[in-house]
């Protein structure tokens, strides 16, 4: 392990710690203002993490230790997510440890205790939120995975950074499996954020809830903590996208100059697709939760098809 | 100014007319003097035929050989007498109010452009105008199916429409697998597509795509065909349309449609070698005889009835094109041309039946010798010829395809015997007690035009007795041309 | 550039793929007809490109045919048609979408299962496309199998024309001029038709559900 590695990933991890509230921020600021409403500042999110870790933590009498760390459990899991993601670097010396299929598997780690933690206060807001969400995780994984398999049947490997790599080396080509497999992608991930058409984080009525259901419980510390993990999951996201649609401008191995110009290319690219997201926010309505399956399901076969087409056109 | 000329233009002419003029009284008469033009020129065309042998016009655009002209001149005969019979039936049939002016405007002109799409059809020698023929056929005929306008009608109309359509598309899609085995060899352009460069060539054709290709083509055009299963188009279209929109679907739609697949079937056979196309030809041809001989036994319209007869006879004939062998392609040519000549004449003694006694249900006819003797006999004699009974064509052609099946395809045999004998038990059940029995019906307002019928059965008694020996002749060389 | 050209007719191949799904999954027929409209630039552009590529000047004709009747005159017709048939609300389908979805892949896996052998054979640059184009027509037609209702019944048939449109186009770079005319034509009167017939089905059931169309059955 070089030092240039080491210190490549751990700039990756921490920018990821340290931006992700940013880029929520980001989206949230472009929406309102798509809304025309005045955008709240883009350094509201910190403050929201701020606020939340100097109050104290109040909890049901009869919460097991799961409800305890499960906020811990799932904010470790997006961390390592962000570890493996070749953001500003592909040169990360813990990629080899896991691929985009163990990526897959963080993400149902960190839903499972979720749901967990939602449903064992006993509430009936928590319990439906669980059920939700794993409706949703049920359709999207699958999604998430048959789109990475899109990229990796172009590129022979499932590795993220190999893929980045052989990506961003190619002539510039049109793969129109890449094509059918960026829209699905864009679908699963407005559905694991719980983004409209999804599920709506500005939502204040229970019964429309997935995400906000799940977390109505926490307080303090541990909302501070399931906050920011979305926050990571949002960039986690952004980060796959980038990294299997556009991954030019990601720094190689042993290139420190190119490490140091990765970060205000990845800035860049976060900035514009937060604004698409905001957009695609804004343009769409918030969908019934029975025609969730559908969406989701369309994505999955969107997959499916650029995969097939990839066998068909032998070039992808 | 040559024969063909006349033969696709005279039509043409005749629906250009007929769509100006054809409400008025006048009308059903021109409709049968153009028809009588159309099949002049047929016989000048076949005449020349004859002596000359077989011929290209236009530029090699069409071809004439012996396997399509004696089909042409059928087409316009029948054509002529179905014309002839369409007379007072439409008389009858307007005075009962069924049909208005406009609509009897659309119906004349509609059955000559009928007329001349199937003339294009079997005379063109592009595989792709005969796709845009047999399409445009389809389009006049769901205009005609309709005419009525009666619930019903729409409904029969749109089901043949979506269901011809997208068979129709199918076989497009064959054409244009088999325009792309051809350009391998004969590069791309127009002549490409001209049958008889294909045939030339037909060795060179790449195995793979032709299979493809017959595969799309067969189910395609065996749609318009009526092959099981995909004819449930068929007894509705027969059942709703006027009587002589259902003579002309069983004497000649299906005629055409059987046609282009032969024509495709010539082409694979020599692409591929093998006996693939015919193995599937004879499966699809025992399905639809099977199957429509037991629907037959169930149905109680007395149109859809003879519907599913179609659909068996064309069952029958694809089967005996499937055997391949010269004495079945010839049986299957005789039994093209004694189906239509026969199914005709029933339909047209059916369509005054059904006038007179106000309704389709074979329950309710009873009675039609009494009350207008040359129906009720047109009517025994017409069932009689159809079901096989000698000395009639098509016992002649059924023979010699059961023959050659026992001999050939012995499996295949027995259901034949079966499905033609449920048949031929059904169909005589039900005839008989509407042609004797007691009834009160008065005799039609005006007299019925049954000189087409006879003159359809008296063809089919000669046909099954003796052949004239250049229609022999031809039959002989165009088996031998099928079967190569 | 032209090293480009197989890629994008490969793109606008899926394209034309992603859009025949949407119009399987589509519910409103406002939308359908437009999705429609889309299907039809992306076979022009389609055929255009290849027609530049091939230098073929015949491959121009036929994008400027399909881009008339295809673009601009039939979806314009059947706007028409809805505002004036009152067509406008959601249309039910006969199977619930996912399932309709889950069939759709497998003609999809069908139709290029079928078509690979054949593809490989073709001499066009833009063979490849000979599976996608049957799997459009496959799904047109599953389209006109599982709607209840009558424009969409249509539009499936017109979609599956334009599949074995951007077929011809892909795998021989297009038939003889003439037979593009005869099918162009034949379309033409084809809509024209089933066009007056809504207008009488409408009159007849005072509605456009098929439902109504299946009283003719097997007694």
Known sequence: MSWLGAFSQSLALLTAVLLAPLLTGWVNACRARLQN???????????????????????????????????????????????????????????????????????????????????????????????????????????????????SMITRSTSLTEIVETLAHRDLAIYPSLLLAGVAFTMVSLAENARVPVDNPDTHLELTMIHEALILEYSARHLALLEWAAS????????????????????????????VLALPVLVFKLAIGGALMALIETLNAKMRVFRVPEFLGTAFLMAVIGLLVNVLLGVG | MNALFFVLGIPLLGSLVLALFGHRSFARDVNVLFSLLSFLAACVLTVQVINNGPAWYWSRQFYIDPLNVFLVTLTAFVSLSTAIFSRPYMLIEQDHGKMTPPRMRLYHSMYQLFGFTMLLGFT??????????????????????????????????????????????????????????????????????????????????????????????????????????????????????????????????????????????????????????????????????TVAAFFLSRQKDVKRMFAYSSIEHMGLITFAFGMGTPVANFAGLLHMTVHSLVKSAIFFTVGHATQKAGTQMMSEIRGLIKVNPTVGWGLMIGVMAILGMPPFGVFASEFLILTTAMREQPWAAPFLFLALGVAFASILVRVLPMVFGDTELKPLAHPPALIPVFAHLLLALVLGLYIPPYLNGWYVQAAKMLGS | MLRHVPQLINLFATLILLLSFAMISQRRIGSLINLFMMQGAALVAASWLLAYATQQPDLYWSGALTLLLKVVFIPWMLQRLIRKLNVRWDVETLINIPTTMLVGIALVIFAFGLALPVSRLSHSMAGGSLGIALACVLLAFMMMITRSKAVPQVIGFLSMENGLIFAATTATNGMPMIVEFGIALDVLVGVLILGVFMFQIREKFDSLDIHHLESLRED
């Open chain 1, 37 to 151: 409403k005045k955008p709240p500042s883009l350094l509201q999110p910190y403050r929201l993490l701020h606020k939340l870790f100097h109050k104290d933590s109040v909890m049901a009498e009869h919460a097991s230790s799961l409800y305890r760390s499960a906020p811990y459990v799932i904010f470790a899991c997006m961390l390592m997510a962000c570890a493996i993601v070749p953001t500003l670097s592909t040169d990360l010396p813990l990629s080899p440890a896991a691929d985009g299929i163990a990526l897959v598997g963080l993400f149902a780690l960190a839903r499972v205790f979720m749901s967990l933690a939602a449903m064992d206060v006993g509430t009936a807001f928590g319990s439906l939120g669980a059920r939700r969400e794993m409706l949703v995780g049920f359709l999207a994984e699958p999604a998430l995975l048959m789109v990475l398999f899109c990229a």
């Open chain 1, 232 to 259: 990571l999951k949002l960039f986690v996201y952004s980060g796959i996208g980038l990294a299997l649609f556009f991954p030019w401008g990601v720094a190689e191995a042993n290139a420190p100059l190119a490490l």
């Open chain 2, 124 to 289: 063109t020698n592009n595989l792709g105008l005969l796709w845009v023929a047999m399409e445009a056929a389809t389009l006049t005929t769901v205009l005609l199916v309709s005419v009525y306008r009666t619930a019903a009608s729409l409904e029969a109309a749109w089901k043949y429409f979506i269901l011809c359509g997208v068979g129709i598309a199918q076989a497009l899609f064959g054409t244009i697998l088999l325009y792309m085995a051809a350009e391998r060899v004969l590069g791309p352009e127009n002549a490409t597509l001209l049958w008889t460069n294909l045939n030339d060539i037909k060795a060179q054709l790449d195995p793979t795509i032709v299979t493809l290709a017959f595969v799309f083509l067969l189910i395609g055009y065996g749609t318009k065909v009526g092959l099981v299963p995909l004819h449930s188009w068929l007894p509705d279209a027969h059942a709703e349309g006027p009587t002589p929109v259902s003579a002309v679907l069983s004497g000649l739609l299906l005629n055409v449609a059987m046609y282009a697949v032969l024509r495709c079937k010539v082409l694979t056979d020599g692409a591929l070698g093998t006996a693939m196309a015919g193995h599937i030809m004879m499966g699809f041809g025992l399905l639809s005889v």
